[in-house]
């Protein structure tokens, strides 16, 4: 199966800041890499799909790049509502497999 | 807008059969292309995919899991269901129920999500 590695496991930012989330693959994915957002007690939220493609209805702060087996989601100016775990996800080969999760928490 | 929603016992007795039924509302489930997912999150933990399973009947399931799992459909109820045989304490978890789309690039993402049920197993 694919593995996927994020990094770092945890992070804590002040607002405004600038995040970068990294995911890396075991093996080539092309880009078929996707981002989620989870607030504690809540299902997982679709940010980012095909590595960089954005989803209707996310804030522009967030975006998505890579492709292989090496992928960043990076969140522009941090917002107090951004706290939460996020995980890629690929689909490249079953069986989908998803990152151990970054948590991302404010300072 | 398409909304899933988890139904089942919270409950289940350990080397019993975990049993959880996924409604789906707002859309025919054989109107597309979909897949139907089961994925769960023990506490704390990450996500796992369980296994999904397309309108037709047509399934596949985590290797891990295999063994153990079985997902089905009801089209004319627009439900489909996940039974997990001889649960231990390593299967309590959160299981959400998720729908499968595919874009213009290779590959699935899950659009849409129940908002999860917690399962204990427990005596």
């Not at chain 1, 990094?7 to 890396?24: A, G, L, M, N, Y």
């Not at chain 1, 890629?88 to 990152?99: E, Y």
């Not at chain 2, 994925?39 to 399934?59: D, F, M, N, V």
């Amino acid at each position: 199966e694919i593995v996927l590695t994020q990094s770092p496991d945890f992070r804590f930012v002040t607002p405004k800041e600038k995040v970068t989330i990294t995911c890396r693959a075991s093996h080539n994915i092309g880009s078929s890499l996707h981002w989620y957002q989870q607030k504690p007690g809540q299902s997982p939220k679709l940010l980012i799909k095909y590595a960089s493609q954005s989803i209707s209805g996310v804030p522009s702060r967030f975006s998505g790049s890579g492709s292989g087996t090496e992928f960043t989601l990076t969140i522009n100016s941090l917002e107090a509502e951004d706290a939460a775990a996020y995980y890629c996800h690929q689909s490249s080969d079953l069986p989908w497999t998803f990152g151990q999760g970054t948590k991302v928490g404010i300072k | 807008q398409v909304q899933l929603q988890e139904s089942g016992p919270r409950v289940v007795k350990p080397s019993q059969t975990l049993s959880l039924t996924c409604t789906v509302s707002g859309g025919s489930m054989s109107s597309g292309s979909n897949y139907w997912s089961w994925i769960r999150q023990p506490a704390g933990k990450a996500l796992e995919w369980i296994g999904r399973i397309y309108p037709s009947g047509t399934t596949s399931y985590n290797p891990s899991l295999e063994s153990r799992v079985t997902i089905s459909v009801d089209t004319s109820k627009n439900q489909f269901s996940l039974q997990l045989n001889s649960v231990t304490a390593a299967d309590t978890a959160v299981y959400f129920c998720a729908r499968e789309s595919y874009g213009d690039e290779y590959g699935y993402f899950f659009d849409f999500w129940g908002q999860g049920i917690l399962v204990t197993v427990s005596s």
